[in-house]
């Protein structure tokens, strides 16, 4: 099984930038699509962005299309979140999530297998 690990994650001034890593272990990250999500307390863990396989197919949030950019490095095992324009409401732990199912439209958390640790983003006013 793949073990996902993010990093890049902390506190930034409001219309500033991050960019957030996930790296792979385990198996290659070429099988799997990959997923960003992020998670407030008390809320459900919302879906943000997608990237095929072969990162040749990119889903996004309506909410974060433009303003957030997903990648992925193969050769390198690991995939990439590029937050811009960051806002106090994009504050929440950020997950990284693999499934072997192909990427679709069908984003639910519950379609991915494999999860990372999280990482905290922080945006202040």
């Known amino acids: 099984q793949v073990h996902l690990v993010e990093s890049g994650g902390g506190l930034v001034q409001a219309g500033g930038s991050l960019r957030l890593s996930c790296a792979a272990s385990g198996r290659r990250l070429s099988s799997y699509c990959m997923g960003w999500f992020r998670q407030t307390p008390g809320k459900e863990r919302e879906f943000v962005a997608a990237?095929?396989?072969?990162?040749?197919?990119?889903y996004y949030a309506d909410s974060r299309k433009g303003q957030f950019t997903i990648s992925r490095n193969n050769a390198k095992n690991t995939m990439f979140l590029q937050m811009n324009g960051l806002k106090p409401e994009d504050t929440a732990v950020y997950y990284c999530?693999?499934?072997?199912?192909?990427?679709?439209?069908?984003?639910?958390?519950?379609?991915?297998?494999?999860w990372g640790q999280g990482t905290q983003v922080t945006v202040s006013s």
């Open positions: 990237i095929s396989r072969n990162g040749d197919k990119t």
């Open positions: 999530a693999a499934r072997s199912a192909l990427c679709s439209d069908d984003v639910r958390p519950i379609t991915f297998d494999r």
